[in-house]
């Protein structure tokens, strides 16, 4: 993948520009696991707290985890 950055932006993934992106291709015998990046202003938020902003999206890199004031209870 030459642009990695603008397949992100095609599926509405703004990222900053220092943000580093390492695309892999994976194997029967390896796998990558994307870690969502923490949104903003959620220092004060638990671990289950945390884990209601991950959606299917941000897990497999084409989405970032739901925003605090966008995320449900």
Do not use: C, K
């Amino acid at each position: 993948m030459i642009d990695p950055a603008s397949v992100l932006a095609e599926f509405g993934v703004e990222l900053p520009e220092n943000t580093r992106i390492s695309v892999w291709d994976s194997t029967a015998e390896v796998r990558y696991l994307v870690i969502p990046m923490r949104p903003e202003n959620t220092e004060h938020l638990s671990e289950s707290e945390l884990q209601n902003l991950i959606n299917r999206n941000s897990m497999i890199g084409t989405a970032l985890a739901t925003p605090v004031d966008e995320a449900t209870p």
